[in-house]
């Protein structure tokens, strides 16, 4: 929705492996953002960028890491998952600091 | 320590009357906030928003008001229907900077009764 989308939107993996989660758009939005979802929690920003090659540090960046080689796709990568990753991964987007942000549908993501 | 809170986990509702969801919070630079709504399965999805130098925003059955001397804004809508029944997440930012980076509270859970 919103001329963003999100894959996988499921996904099951192991502890110790590799995952790579990923946000697409459509809108040359210069601003992406993820976010985790618990319970309990909330929203809470993992990370985001402003542009490509720019990217920074959420309130929950460890064991994450994010890459934004063209406007269009920001990864978020799980270099080694672990149980306590476990979560619904959230990407967002918006065109600057007074516009809200598009959500997509997010990414059930559970390590084993 | 969380700066926006959601300090009531669900509400219920009768359909037809008046929904009032709360939100406090602790940042004073905060100066602008926004109301999403999530249904399972989706992403959230943007409500209304309002910036500090107003203290009610309306929009349909929607409105948001802000007391910030109070650091406290509330999401009132009327008449409530059963499509309404969602969560409801508070967020807040400073905005104007590069980026407004969200700050989330916990979210609500909305109740409509037919």
């Known amino acids: 929705d919103a001329g963003i989308t999100q894959s996988p939107r499921h996904k099951v993996t192991e502890t110790g492996t590799p995952v790579t989660l990923r946000c697409h758009q459509t809108e040359n939005h210069r601003y992406m953002y993820w976010y985790r979802q618990d319970p309990g929690h909330g929203l809470r920003l993992i990370h985001y960028s402003y542009g490509v090659k720019d990217t920074d540090k959420g309130e929950v960046s460890d064991g994450y890491s994010v890459s934004r080689s063209k406007t269009e796709d920001f990864l978020l990568t799980l270099e080694s998952a672990t149980s306590s990753q476990t979560s619904v991964y959230f990407c967002?987007?918006?065109?600057?600091?007074?516009?809200?942000?598009?959500f997509g549908n997010g990414t059930r993501l559970t390590v084993t | 320590d969380q700066q926006v809170k959601q300090n009531s986990p669900s509400l219920s509702v009768q359909e037809g009357r008046i929904s009032i969801l709360n939100c406090d919070y602790t940042?004073?630079?905060?100066?602008?906030f926004l109301w999403y709504k999530k249904y399972p399965a989706e992403g959230p999805t943007f409500l209304i928003s309002i910036s500090s130098i107003k203290d009610k925003n309306e929009d349909g059955r929607f409105t948001v008001f802000l007391n910030k001397s109070a650091k406290h804004l509330s999401l009132h809508i009327v008449p409530s229907q059963p499509g309404d029944s969602a969560v409801y997440f508070c967020a807040a930012a400073v905005a104007g900077g590069a980026n407004s980076k969200l700050t989330f509270g916990k979210g609500i859970t909305l109740s409509v009764r037919p």
């Open positions: 967002a987007m918006h065109a600057g600091a007074d516009s809200p942000l598009h």
């Open positions: 940042n004073s630079m905060f100066d602008y």
